[in-house]
């Protein structure tokens, strides 16, 4: 079964740190390029950041340029998303989704993890 | 960036009632265009890619059209477990790959 698995959210401070992982199972984890999506309590869906399949490309909204950093362990299957500086407004369900490419040139996320809930607050 | 806008916020429909949703996006996306449907405390499922294109286990109940900035997505005939919220989102080039505000779809 093609599953993808988030663990790593929790309670943190303003100011502090959180690495996220999504463990990638059922598929051939090193093809695939990743994306982190968000979705703060009671809002719509936020596109975070992007890595390839390689991990060479990366890509980060600017809401969170500067301070999250995205990677992937080809070997383990997973991909991680470390959070430094954390603010209230990073509060939200945090979502690993698989990029899919169809024809070349349409792309979409395919198959999503359940999410790990990182709440920012002192 | 592209911004996405959809409408309407939320809808309130019947079961078996006709629905459409429109995506407008700020400049033309050709047809790079997605969408997603996301229950109460579940991840987003892909029901369209390609503006047109049904995923595959999606009912045919769901279509989806347009091309350029001007996008619809069309529930021909509300069935109890379509009750959800809606996001269009657009790939076109690279990221950001940014989404719609959402149109949530309830019970009438």
């Known amino acids: 079964e093609v599953q993808l698995v988030e663990s790593g959210g929790g309670l943190v401070q303003p100011g502090g740190s959180l690495r996220l992982s999504c463990a990638a199972s059922g598929f051939t984890f090193s093809s695939y390029e990743m994306n982190w999506v968000r979705q703060a309590p009671g809002k719509g869906l936020e596109w975070v950041s992007y890595?390839?399949?390689?991990?060479?490309?990366?890509y980060y909204a600017d809401s969170v340029k500067g301070r999250f950093t995205i990677s992937r362990d080809n070997a383990k299957n997973s991909l991680y998303l470390q959070m430094n500086s954390l603010r209230a407004e990073d509060t939200a369900v945090y979502y690993c989704?698989?990029?899919?490419?169809?024809?070349?040139?349409?792309?979409?996320?395919?198959?999503w993890g359940k999410g790990t809930t990182v709440t920012v607050s002192s | 960036d592209i911004q996405m806008t959809q409408s309407p916020s939320s809808l309130s429909a019947s079961v078996g009632d006709r629905v459409t949703i429109t995506c407008r996006a700020s400049?033309?996306?050709?047809?790079?265009l997605n969408w997603y449907q996301q229950k109460p405390g579940k991840a987003p499922k892909l029901l369209i890619y390609a503006a047109s294109s049904l995923q595959s286990g999606v009912p045919s109940r769901f279509s989806g059209s347009g091309s350029g900035t001007d996008f619809t997505l069309t529930i021909s005939s509300l069935q109890p477990e379509d009750f959800a919220t809606y996001y269009c989102?657009?790939?076109?080039?690279?990221?950001?790959?940014?989404f719609g505000q959402g149109t949530k779809l309830e019970i009438k």
């Open positions: 989102q657009q790939s076109y080039s690279t990221p950001p790959y940014t």
């Open positions: 989704a698989r990029k899919q490419i169809a024809e070349l040139y349409y792309y979409y996320m395919d198959v």
């Open positions: 400049q033309s996306i050709s047809n790079y």
């Open positions: 890595i390839s399949s390689s991990g060479n490309t990366i």
